[in-house]
């Protein structure tokens, strides 16, 4: 009986297991939209260069501008990063 009883929860676990999806922030642009449909599903939109781009987009709709978590910003060069004087 206990068998039967682990067979069934282990069933059950993998079934209920949910596949990875793809990762949907396009690195190349700061701002996301993310859009509620009806039946509670959602997407994200990360096509965005501005906040007021996304928010005139956003307007009437269920939806709501995000920063984009994978945002690949260009790197400012700092103090440090001028280089010695030398070659080696």
């Known amino acids: 009986m206990r068998v039967l009883g682990w067979m069934i929860l282990a069933g ?3 079934l ?3 596949p990875a ?3 949907r922030y396009d690195p190349r642009y700061p701002v996301c939209l993310q859009v509620w449909e009806w039946g ?3 997407y994200m939109n990360c096509s965005f260069t501005s ?3 996304c928010q005139a987009t956003a307007s009437g709709l269920s939806a709501m501008c ?3 978590p994978y ?3 260009a790197r400012q060069p700092g103090r440090g ?3 010695r004087g030398y070659a080696y």
Do not use: I, K, R, Y
């Open 40 to 42: 509670g599903s959602n």
């Open 16 to 18: 209920a297991v949910v």
């Open 71 to 73: 945002w690949s910003q």
């Open 12 to 14: 059950a676990t993998m």
């Open 51 to 53: 906040w007021g781009q």
């Open 21 to 23: 999806s793809a990762q």
């Open 81 to 83: 990063d001028h280089g």
């Open 66 to 68: 995000l920063n984009n």
